[in-house]
């Protein structure tokens, strides 16, 4: 299922080139985590109750991040057991598990450890493109997995971390930027390192 974007960026005052203006994201987790719903929310503002686990998802949307153009390609697929098949240098990877389900927890630390493996290998200065996202916190009354558990384990294998809602659209946006951001670090990093400059150094 393709799901499709129709608004319109404002307040542009950076006019990044075509090519840097293009993010692939995937979308990877445990079925029944809110993944999809997770990427409809985003795109399309809304929330749907009902989801088929194994139906994949395909978005593509526009959005301005730090007053810059970003065409988003966002794929939620539901193979989630080969995250390296979906890697190419333009891509950063969303990992979901829900905060009530310690299965989906463990799943995403698997998937997690596997990404960035995959990142380390092929991602100039190994910046880390990956998000730990612990969905479903409007169910903070049937928490299991402590928000203070998931984050010592995105820190201690460098990726980003944190907690959202889908229904109530709390961080939905902010996880999708932030990668973002994140895969705009990667690329200066490499364009600066062809020039023979150090990232590090500024």
């Known amino acids: 299922m393709e799901v499709a974007s129709t608004t319109k960026p404002t307040h542009v005052k950076k006019m990044n080139s075509v090519k840097d203006r293009d993010y692939n994201i995937v979308l990877l987790g445990q079925g029944g985590v809110g993944k999809s719903a997770l990427l409809v929310r985003f795109s399309t503002g809304r929330f749907i109750h009902e989801y088929h686990p194994t139906l994949e998802f395909n978005c593509e949307t526009t959005s301005v991040i730090d007053e810059e153009i970003a065409e988003l390609k966002i794929f939620d697929t539901a193979n989630t057991n080969e995250p390296h098949v979906y890697h190419n240098e333009y891509q950063g990877f969303v990992v979901v598990y829900s905060i009530t389900d310690r299965m989906s927890f463990e799943t995403a630390k698997q998937l997690v450890k596997l990404t960035r493996e995959v990142k380390k290998m092929k991602t100039p ?29 995105a820190t201690e294998h460098e990726c980003l971390f944190m907690e959202s809602s889908a229904l109530n659209n709390i ?12 895969m705009r670090k990667c690329r200066n ?11 590090f150094s500024r």
């Open 171 to 182: 961080n939905v946006e902010q996880v999708f930027h932030e990668v973002v951001r994140q």
């Open 189 to 199: 990093y490499k364009k600066k390192d062809k020039k023979g400059k150090n990232f």
């Open 125 to 153: 200065g190994g910046f880390t493109c990956v998000a730990l996202v612990g969905n479903k916190m409007d169910l903070k009354h049937e928490r299991i997995v402590s928000r203070h558990e998931a984050n010592d384990f």
